[in-house]
């Protein structure tokens, strides 16, 4: 156990080392803060700004970005695009449109929402097997810390598959959830005169939640040239429920061709309610079925034994 800690800690140091090695002979560029400061400090007077006489008002990253750039970020750049690899598929788009779907990391784009999860995935996945080998450090020895680090490792792998395609589900439940008071909504706001934009502005404004989010992009898209069918169509690619894509094409063909939108999603409103009454029926058909096997696997033991507990002296006699 000891000899175990000792070469981890051996381990540990030499890294700290090289990277102090590395840092001493590898020294970044000096940076002209300093000699622009003087020229700046009169613009800066001009703009209502405070004097930066110590150079705070931007003191930049704490290591630089020379050295460091240089140095560790074409190595973990390839790390990471090696795990985005392993993890969910090799496809970038498809990814991409994964986590749109799932509603991760909605502020950024649509490549740095990429990156971004592979970056905290392969975190998470190193996390884990840091755990697990520590873990098989304090049962044996260093074989059990790397048995364990591994399978820690491709935990953390299939925790991040699985975490996808969780978010992806319960995103898809929240926009069936929102899908029968927005429709009811709009066909309200159309019965009364209004059209399909003014129906759609007036809901967003109102409201908030995912199929908000995805109707304000699509009006996003429409006030920058974009046709509101076409936008409705790009949503209805893009929406992880099929539901939610139904309701777009049907409001896309009345913009179109002026059908009667009340009626249609008044229709579509009673279907997905007929749709959730049947789910919920199911999910409770399941539930009463999880509800028996502990009946079954734990106290019908009990009860036969209790049963069978007196036959071998009704058999062989005795007192």
Known sequence: MSFAILEVSALASSAVCAAAVAWVLVRPHRRLAGRVRPYAT???VRLTRP???RGSASAGPTF???TMKRLFGPIFDRVVDAFGKLIATSNTDLLGLRLKQAGLYPQLSAEERVQEFRVRSLL???AWAASFGLLGLTISGSLYMLVFGILGFFYGVL??????DKAVSQRSERLRGELYTINQLVAMR???GGGVVDALRHIVVRGNGALIDELSEVLRLHESGVRLSD???RAAELTPEPEAARTYAVLATAQDRGADLGEALLDLSKDLRSARREELQRDASKRRLMLVIPIIFVLAPIVLLFIAAPIPQIIFGGT
């Open 51 to 53: 004097v930066d006489v």
């Open 64 to 66: 630089g970005d020379a």
């Open 42 to 44: 009169v613009a800066r």
């Open 190 to 192: 159309t019965r009364v």
């Open 159 to 164: 925790n991040a598959r699985a975490r996808i």
């Open 231 to 233: 936008a409705l169509a």
């Open 124 to 126: 998470r996945s190193l």
